[in-house]
């Protein structure tokens, strides 16, 4: 199994030069780069999780996907209570943005690519319950540590997001067991083949705004992204090796765990007026790391499984 996140990885990273040199040749701008994340995000993913609800009814899906969003939940506390142990709160420190980069994964542009390449959409049907707890989360919790605001109003507008819906809608139709005319359904697996693609190559445009030199002098980044692609995922594969659960329940929700730091801290931090370049210097380090800690991640799960379990 490392041996094939490994070459899922390798493609992505390739993907992601191609976004790079895209963005550094000029043939993409700014507006570009936004454009194409708010499709990714609110047309290509939302698709594909619907799509991974259009499947058979029975028992042990249900089941599994009840169980992924209980340990998504869990996953997520334990996240935050090792992020503000381990970076201290001072002055000289961009700490809400480290805090931010060390608790939120890059679950939906990474995760969702990654696990279905690995395990299948089967996986993908799980991983739906880990995205809803991290827009949950990410919506209160993190954005309150950003900004400061307590606006608990956002929590509401959460439901109204795109891949909320699709998650919703496509709940409904796998215990209805409604299913699109196969036409329809074959244009929505087109749809759903471009998130890989696009989303690696948005990631790339991304990472060719950062200045290289500057972010590989920065210590506190390497730091973070200990935390965020090692410390953090060892812990929660830890605690779940011992439990009598599906391999691929507790695999989707470690590779989730595991990915590297959300895009959306930069974007947030635009907003709210934190650092958005340190934001970037962690995204853009923390997903080039991940070509290697993500296989190795998978490693330890699986012997600590074999040990603990």
Not at 129 to 145: D, R, S
Request: proline share 4%.
């Amino acid at each position: 199994m490392a041996i094939t996140i490994l070459r899922q990885t390798v493609i992505m990273l390739i993907l992601m030069i191609v976004g790079v040199f895209c963005r550094k040749s000029g043939m993409t701008g700014t507006n570009t780069r936004s454009d194409l994340s708010k499709f990714v995000l609110q047309v290509v993913n939302p698709v594909m999780i619907f799509t991974s609800y259009q499947t058979e009814l029975r028992s042990e899906l249900v089941r599994n996907l009840l169980l992924t969003f209980v340990l998504s939940v869990g996953t997520f506390i334990v996240m935050i209570i090792v992020s503000c142990s381990v970076i201290r709160d001072r002055q000289e420190r961009d700490t809400a943005v480290e805090r931010f980069s060390a608790v939120y994964s890059n679950c939906g542009f990474m995760g969702i690519p990654l696990i279905n390449a690995v395990y299948g959409m089967e996986c993908v049907f799980y991983l739906t319950a880990f995205i809803t707890v991290f827009n949950l989360f990410v919506w209160t919790h993190g954005i309150i540590m950003l900004s400061g605001e307590r606006d608990f109003r956002k929590v509401i507008k959460v439901f109204c997001s795109p891949t909320i819906i699709a998650i919703l809608l496509g709940i409904v139709t796998f215990f209805m067991q409604i299913r699109l005319p196969d036409t329809a359904g074959k244009a929505l697996d087109y749809i759903a083949a471009l998130n890989t693609p696009l989303a690696m190559i948005v990631s790339g445009m991304t990472m060719a705004d950062t200045a290289p030199v500057k972010m590989l002098k920065k210590p506190r980044v390497y730091y973070v992204c200990f935390l965020r692609l090692l410390l953090i995922p060892a812990i929660i594969a830890l605690l779940l090796a011992p439990l009598n659960i599906s391999n691929m329940v507790r695999m989707t929700v470690i590779l989730a765990a595991a990915a590297p730091p959300a895009a959306m801290c930069t974007l947030q931090c635009i907003r709210y007026g934190k650092n958005s370049l340190y934001a970037s210097e962690l995204f853009t380090l923390g997903t080039v790391l991940s070509i290697g800690t993500l296989p190795l991640i998978a490693v330890v799960s699986e012997k600590l499984t074999n040990l603990i379990g």
